[in-house]
């Protein structure tokens, strides 16, 4: 990839188009983690990973700590993952980068681990929040060094586990990961929020409870409160990881961006992913949407309508949903993106970012405590390239907004990799007319 600017492509008319998306990331390193916490010998499959960066993150992770973890080229552009599980997990260096999975995933397995794991990441993934992992683990019984990236943490193979009260509102990942490992506790694990604010992204806690369960993990659930029982971790042989619909939601406005209609192929009829939640925000905006055989296809209005949406459970989608709302606000619609505090932690600021980038090409975005207000205004060209802060979901935006707006040039579109290693390719065969992957 150059270090030119990346030329977002303009829209001549209405995008028409059919995509495949690579396997969703949070899917995978659930589907990854559960693998390797296998004592039976059984060597499990993850089929149709994305080639990611944050995939294959997670795989050298678990690599480093001793599964045996070997990569094969599967379906249009995606990897097959075989993880075989160590009889014990051992020390070592883990590199998170800036995965959130991989940062609040793994240390819970590294306390399995019969010697210290010392975990770092990229510059950013060293301020993103730690605390409720960190807090988890030492109310576990597990020795834990530093309060963020970078953190060692020492266990020894057998902790003792028992229960814990975190603050989970800065992530719900923080949850998810504490979960993830607790049956391979002596006594299991048992996570309570107690925050000022709820636990984000809930939909994600749900797929982590589902995939344990699947795995034949003993899961209780009651608001807030969530028990894993103690015992074996038998995750399917094979598992097949279902589209990544927030990176589907990208390409789906393009739709609306420009009034034209693109088609997910593939997409589930059932889903761990929070699917329902992003049909209903992408109506919001004046969508039609259906789903047949061929997969879900999106049609856009003739005029976007403004929204206002509580992101708290899908805010993963509020970089998507943020540049909808600026074309919309082009046409005069305000809008208004509630309940995200916490993308303060994401990859980036995200309401700083977005409020700054919208503001380039002319939107009227302020920041409010917990989300994004945007008021009528025109687009124009900008005076500097977008800036992706290393942000896939930043990049992806300057990109939809790039549809409309002339002139809009990215300045990272790698940062896209974390998630959709094809983006840059991707984006303008689609917006060109062609179909993506199928
Ligand atoms: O567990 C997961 O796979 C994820 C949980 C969510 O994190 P937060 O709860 O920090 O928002 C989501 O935003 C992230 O993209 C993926
Ligand atoms: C917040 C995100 O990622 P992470 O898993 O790194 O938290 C995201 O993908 O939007």
Redesign the pocket.
């Known amino acids: 990839m150059s270090d030119q600017p990346w030329a977002a492509p303009t829209a001549d008319g209405p995008v028409h188009g059919t995509v495949s998306v690579p396997g969703s990331?949070?899917v995978t390193n659930r589907a990854l983690v559960l693998a390797a916490l296998g004592t039976d010998g059984v060597t499990r499959r993850v089929r149709g990973a994305a080639r990611s960066r944050?995939t294959t993150l997670m795989a050298g992770a678990l690599a480093a700590l001793g599964a045996t973890v070997t990569t094969t080229d599967g379906r249009a552009g995606t990897l097959d993952l075989a993880i075989t599980a160590p009889a014990t997990f051992h020390g070592g260096h883990v590199d998170c980068g800036?995965?959130?999975?991989v940062m609040r995933f793994v240390p819970p397995l590294a306390a399995l681990a019969d010697g210290p794991v010392v975990l770092d990441g990229d510059e950013r993934a060293r301020e993103?929040p730690m605390s409720g992992i960190v807090a988890g683990l030492r109310g576990l019984g597990v020795e834990v060094s530093g309060e963020a990236l970078p953190l060692t943490v020492t266990g020894g193979p057998h902790p003792p586990g028992g229960e814990v009260t975190v603050d989970a509102s800065a992530?719900s990942?923080f949850v998810s990961g504490l979960l993830l490992s607790g049956a391979r506790y002596a006594r299991g694990v048992t996570v309570t929020h107690a925050g000022e604010r709820g636990v984000p992204s809930l939909p994600h806690v749900a797929m982590s409870v589902a995939m344990l369960r699947d795995a034949g993990v003993v899961v209780d659930e009651s608001p807030s409160r969530w028990h894993v029982g103690p015992g074996p971790v038998t995750a399917p042989a094979v598992l097949d990881v279902e589209p990544d619909l927030?990176g589907a939601a990208v390409y789906l406005a393009a739709a609306l961006a420009t009034g034209g209609a693109v088609t997910i192929a593939g997409w589930p009829d059932t889903d761990l992913q929070p699917g329902g939640v992003v049909r209903r925000v992408l109506e919001a905006f004046g969508a039609r949407v259906s789903l047949d055989a061929d997969g879900l296809t999106v049609r856009g209005p003739d005029r976007l309508d403004g929204v206002d949406v509580d992101l708290h459970e899908v805010?993963?989608l509020t970089p998507t949903v943020a540049a909808l709302a600026a074309l919309a606000a082009r046409d005069g619609a305000p809008s208004r993106l509630r309940g995200v505090a916490h993308?303060r932690g994401?990859?980036t600021d995200r309401l700083a970012a977005l409020a700054a980038e919208l503001g380039t090409v002319g939107a009227r975005v302020t920041e409010t405590e917990d989300g994004l207000a945007i008021a009528p205004s025109p687009l124009s060209a900008p005076t500097r390239p977008w800036r992706a802060y290393a942000d896939?979901?930043m990049a992806t935006a300057g990109a939809i907004v790039g549809l409309v707006v002339p002139g809009v040039t990215i300045d990272d579109v790698a940062a896209t990799t974390?998630?959709l290693p094809d983006f840059a390719d991707d984006w303008p065969t689609l917006v060109a007319g062609a179909g993506v992957g199928v």
Do not use: V
């Not at 800036?98 to 999975?101: K, S």
């Open positions: 990331k949070s944050d800036l995965a959130g999975t993103r992530s990942q927030s805010s993963e993308i994401h990859e896939h979901r974390k998630t």
